[in-house]
């Protein structure tokens, strides 16, 4: 698009080979310009990974098979690893009316948890995490001994979209059911993988973020967007407050 009347110029490839490949909305950049993202294929049951340099410039892109595979809508990334969690929204069928309705909710199947050498895209761990469903992530880092940290608006299932969405084109605002923000836990050595909540049962928070000097490095303060259902507002809305978490103090 042209930035100084915003016309539009065109679609842009990063290379011929990469024409139309998925790309998301949430692409990661490190404080140096560094960015990374990924996308996926589901009818292929694929996942695409992309590095591209500050400039601009693809460095590389991959792939790597994930079945079953699911609307992956963010991640994170270390100084060394790409992370990314599948959850068990498994796309089983598509000839469904819509992309949405393509998808069944599988409970009783872990949340998959796949960590890729940023080096290396062939390279990668599966982990498992219990069933959920994340949206937003806010950050993560890595320390020397391979212990990966992060955080996320975490759901008990993806209701959020199989129900609150339909109902808030209805005009009905539902309450954001089994959301909590937690931090989770990689031991890359150990293959140990866990989880726990880090905000009170009754505060609800969204869309997570931090300085965009410490995206994908150690952190400690995270900024969100919360409603507290001990306070309910007298308007109907899902999230009416900002706040600040320090996740080293609680």
Request: charged share 20%; proline share 6%; glycine share 6%.
């Amino acid at each position: 698009i042209d930035q100084s009347n915003l016309d539009t110029q065109g679609v842009y490839a990063f290379s011929d080979d990469t024409t139309g490949a998925p790309f998301s909305a949430h692409p990661r950049v490190e404080p140096d310009g560094t960015l990374w993202n990924f996308g996926y294929l589901s009818s292929a049951n694929l996942l695409v990974l992309w590095h591209i340099d500050r400039n601009g410039r693809l460095q590389k892109v991959g792939k790597i098979d994930a079945v079953p595979i699911t609307m992956v809508h963010d991640f994170v990334v270390t100084e060394r690893h790409i992370v990314l969690m599948i959850a068990p929204f498994h796309f089983v069928d598509p000839d469904s009316e819509s992309f949405l309705q393509a998808h069944q909710w599988n409970p009783q199947d872990p949340t998959r948890v796949l960590v890729v050498d940023k080096d290396d895209f062939s390279s990668y761990q599966w982990f498992e995490l219990p069933a959920q469903w994340v949206f937003h992530f806010g950050n993560a880092w890595e320390d020397k001994a391979g212990v990966i940290r992060f955080d996320a608006g975490r759901y008990d299932d993806p209701s959020i979209m199989t129900v609150n969405f339909r109902e808030i084109m209805r005009g009905n605002v539902l309450s954001l059911s089994g959301l909590r923000h937690h931090r989770y836990r990689i031991d890359t050595r150990t293959g140990r993988c866990s989880e726990e909540p880090c905000l009170s049962a009754h505060i609800q928070s969204e869309f997570p973020s931090v300085d965009p000097r410490v995206s994908c490095r150690e952190y400690s303060k995270v900024v969100m967007l919360t409603y507290d259902t001990n306070q309910p507002s007298p308007t109907r809305v899902l999230l009416n407050e900002v706040s600040r978490f320090d996740l080293n103090s609680g």
